[in-house]
């Protein structure tokens, strides 16, 4: 079983930055690839950003050039960076790692005023 805990969400005003993290724990095999997607009231849930186990990134269109995705593979712990942040990012954040099956975090609130 493994289990995804996400943490550094907030509320933060246009223009500024959040870092959030994603601690990956339990049973884990082999990850295929980890990711971040998020949920805005009202929306599906979306891509937000993939990292593979290769190291190969690739962003939604919206944030590309805005937040980063790493991963330090040592904690098995994935990161966002979010810079330039802007009210439509304001979102529930979920971590997802995918091993022989997807699991999910309990999701990060990120709040973006204007």
């Known amino acids: 079983q493994v289990q995804l805990v996400e943490s550094g969400g907030g509320l933060v005003q246009a223009g500024g930055s959040l870092r959030l993290s994603c601690a990956a724990s339990?049973?884990?095999?082999?990850?295929?690839?980890m990711a971040w997607y998020r949920q805005a009231p009202g929306k599906e849930r979306e891509l937000v950003a993939v990292i593979t186990s290769g190291g190969r990134t690739n962003y939604a269109i919206s944030v590309k050039g805005r937040f980063t995705i790493s991963r330090e593979n040592a904690k098995n712990t994935l990161y966002l960076q979010m810079n330039s942040l802007k009210p439509e990012d304001t979102a529930v954040y979920y971590c997802?790692?995918?091993?022989?099956?997807?699991?999910w975090g309990q999701g990060t609130q990120v709040t973006v005023s204007s």
């Open positions: 339990g049973t884990i095999s082999s990850i295929n690839s």
């Open positions: 997802n790692l995918y091993s022989t099956r997807p699991y």
